[in-house]
């Protein structure tokens, strides 16, 4: 019973293609992120929504889209992916106080050819 | 605005000696401070947070931190070191002031490496 799954866990594709990541948790939270880990571990927000609402839009291409169809899903499609797009997708959710702490999926390792 | 150093990329400690990983921060307002911790090939696992009151927090697998509001610091700290904690620590920030943003902004992150 994992809480926060992401599928899939290794995604290889050539550029210009579109592809999605899909996010669930089963923790109940409100609130649910989308980060980019680069290849020197560097962590970046990317989206954050709660209540299927977005509320974090960091400077990320117009290429990626999140998409929350209810509180427990949070996916992330990518258009025309770049060599640059290669990195470890996390996703992660939190209760809505801000003390609580974000629970982490393991990853999507995306690598573009 | 709101930010967060790990000055040291990699730190290395004998098994068995204490561990202190270091991380200082910079909000406008009050802090919550969390630490994490990612195994390879897996997402960052929440060790223990800064909230308010004292200023040592004890949290997972006997790992600590001490807030320090004059220095701007939170560093993590073991008093005896494992092979197994041998992994990538983040440090994070969030300025109590954000509102419904709710951003977490990490620090770099310290590879620990525990020698046997």
Partial sequence: ?113 | AQSVAQPEDQVNVAEGNPLTVKCTYSVSGNPYLFWYVQYPNRGLQFLLKYITGDNLVKGSYGFEAEFNKSQTSFHLKKPSALVSDSALYFCAVRDKSSGSARQLTFGSGTQLTVLP
């Fill in chain 1, 1 to 113: 019973d994992t809480a926060v799954s992401q599928t899939p866990k290794y995604l290889v594709t050539q550029m210009g293609n579109d592809k999605s990541i899909k996010c669930e948790q089963n923790l109940g939270h409100d609130t649910m992120y989308w980060y980019k880990q680069d290849s020197k571990k560097f962590l970046k927000i990317m989206f954050s929504y709660n209540n299927k609402e977005l509320i974090i839009n960091e400077t990320v291409p117009n290429r990626f889209s999140p998409k929350s169809p209810d509180k427990a899903h949070l996916n992330l499609h990518i258009n025309s992916l770049e060599l640059g797009d290669s990195a470890v997708y996390f996703c992660a959710s939190s209760q809505v106080f801000n003390n609580q702490p974000q629970h982490f999926g393991d990853g999507t390792r995306l690598s573009i050819l």
